[in-house]
């Protein structure tokens, strides 16, 4: 990596989510995939998404955003990283009402205060070509996939939707009670799931709350993901398990889901710097 030497990071986290921004605006540095596992295997650059910043290509947004899952492969959407990004922005003194675009979608961005970020995640997505499933299905609200015994399946009947990338969200009784670790890769690598998915399993305390965890597509397991919330809220809301407005609690925290009238998703919350540093050199002190 003796070219990122010169190239400095915030690492953040969302909720627990890890979050590694690098800020290449006015830089030509483009990462390959080599590179970004690199990254992502090192001690003190450890993370979950890589939010690369590059110079803006639509007029009117912030900036063109890659974001890198720890395998290298590439998300079209990441809300927890999208809120670090817009605080590093903040930051810098940019406007508080900032869009950023990524290989998918704008995303808009709002900071509520310094450490508090809304994030318009758009509209999601519910065709099953949109999602995209290798197969039609009319109903996208539950789907035919199981994983166990045909008679006694272990997981079932997964609601799907794009929010961004592709999710499916299992509907269970205890997550605590699913090994994830091991459901997770079978099922994100599952043929119905053309370009892999993000997967979930999520229980409904209330009309108000959801509890959920989530194995990121191309990471693993992680303490959050602002976009398996989006997608776990408004999968409940379209199945009448809740209101339009949520609490998703993850091992790292919660996060708040409003289901707008105009059909966009907002996700709110709480983000946290961790430090700064140099891409190949130990993090500042």
């Known amino acids: 990596m003796s070219d990122t030497n010169t190239i400095s990071f915030t690492k953040m986290n969302g909720q627990g989510n890890e979050i590694l921004v690098v800020d290449l605006r006015g830089k030509s540095k483009v990462f390959q995939p080599a590179e970004v596992r690199e990254i992502a295997q090192a001690p003190h650059t450890r993370f979950d998404q890589m939010m690369v910043l590059h110079d803006p290509r639509t007029p009117g947004t912030q900036a063109f955003v890659k974001i890198y899952n720890a395998d290298g492969s590439l998300s079209g959407a990441c809300g927890n990283g999208t809120r670090c990004i817009g605080w590093h922005l903040r930051r810098q003194g940019d406007d508080s009402n900032l869009i950023f675009e990524t290989q998918t979608t704008l995303l808009k961005v709002k900071a509520n205060s310094i450490d508090n970020i809304t994030v318009d995640m758009g509209e999601p997505k519910f065709n099953w070509d949109e999602i995209p499933l ?33 999710h499916a969200i299992f509907w269970v009784e205890d997550v605590e009670a699913i090994d994830l670790g091991r459901m997770g890769p079978l099922l994100e690598n599952h043929p119905i799931f053309p370009q892999r998915a993000n997967i979930s399993i999520a229980h409904v305390r209330s009309r108000q709350e959801i509890i959920q965890r989530t194995w990121e597509r191309g990471t693993g397991l992680t303490k959050a993901c602002g976009s398996g919330a989006c997608a776990s809220a408004v999968s409940a809301m379209r199945n009448g398990f809740t209101e339009r407005t949520v609490t998703v609690h993850m091992p790292g925290g919660p996060l708040q889901i409003t289901w707008e009238e105009n059909n966009h998703i907002s996700l709110s919350g709480p983000v946290v710097v961790e430090y700064e540093g140099i891409l190949g050199h130990l993090p500042a002190q």
């Open 134 to 166: 290798a197969e039609e299905f009319h109903d996208t609200r539950r789907i035919e996939l199981q994983i166990g015994p045909i008679d006694n399946p272990i997981l079932h009947t997964p609601s799907v939707v794009n929010i961004g990338n592709p």
